[in-house]
């Protein structure tokens, strides 16, 4: 699960993608313990923290209050509705629908091959010598369309930083600086759903873990060290302009997933 965690939290694979499918392979409960989810959060989280310290550090500066402020923003549409579905209870039921899932692995592989289509990018009217938006200057319009994708990436199977930097790119930002925003967004994101984990946690007051400090901490290490390896290589490829290396896997695996679903549907009729 640690490994899993670190490759599919950064890569544009969807990492609750993911586990959904190995849930229902090998009949792992994801809520056997919330504990186990917050200390992978936790590693990928330290990751990012770990790769873009120096920003971070730079939020002190009132010259960097403005990017923080279009960080908040983007922040909002999936806070609002990421609350919502908890206290709904609709969550689990996102998880269930694994053909739904399969269906955004294809959608995710698509949306990142557009992300290489210099012709839907959007362009200011008028602006004939048109140059993308660097980080530091990323509108309130840009940002709120980047945390609209953000709050889509809510279902399983649609890629939280392959949605997020697509909607990015062709929104106008720069292809380097819509990566870095979609990093650091993701740095409220993690934290909210290692807090709404630590809040269930502590409400529904669980038996005792079967996990041993050391085997957290190991979760911790391995989902750190490996989020840290994928946020250097996709940083590398979004440079690169080649997020779609990642789109047949994702038409592959969002394929295999619905037919899989077909078939059990087909044995249970009969």
């Known amino acids: 699960m640690a490994v899993v965690q670190g490759i599919a939290e950064f890569l544009p694979i969807s990492s609750s993608g993911h586990l959904a499918v190995l849930a229902a392979l090998f009949g792992f409960n994801g809520e056997k313990s919330q504990t186990l989810e917050i200390v992978l959060h936790a590693g990928s989280l330290l990751a990012i923290v770990l790769f873009y310290w120096k920003i971070l550090l730079g939020f002190l500066k009132p010259e960097q209050w403005r990017l923080a402020g279009m960080l908040v923003l983007a922040s909002v549409p999936v806070g609002t ?82 949605t997020t930097i697509t909607v990015g790119i062709l929104s106008g930002v720069n292809r380097e600086a819509a990566g870095t925003f979609s990093f650091l967004l993701a740095i409220p994101a993690i934290a909210g759903a290692a807090f709404v984990h630590l809040l269930k946690l502590i409400l529904k007051a669980p038996k005792e873990e079967s996990f041993t400090f050391l085997q957290l901490a190991a979760g911790l290490l391995v989902s750190a060290v490996i989020s840290y390896w994928s946020l250097c290589l996709l940083t590398r490829l979004i440079k690169r302009g080649k997020l779609s290396v990642f789109s047949w896997y994702l038409y592959a695996l969002g394929l295999g997933v619905i037919l899989w679903q077909m078939a059990a549907m087909l044995r249970k009729g009969n």
Not at 125 to 144: C, H, I, M, R, Y
């Open 81 to 162: 509705v990421g609350v919502a579905l908890e206290l709904s209870g609709l969550t689990k039921s996102l998880f269930d629908n694994l053909i739904m899932t399969g269906l955004a692995f294809m959608i995710t592989a698509t949306l990142l091959r557009l992300s290489e289509k210099p012709k839907l990018i959007i362009r200011p009217a008028g602006e004939e010598n048109f140059e993308p938006t660097p980080l530091d200057k990323v509108s309130w319009k840009q940002a709120l369309a980047i945390g609209i994708g953000q709050m889509c990436a809510i279902i399983p199977g649609l890629s939280r930083s392959g």
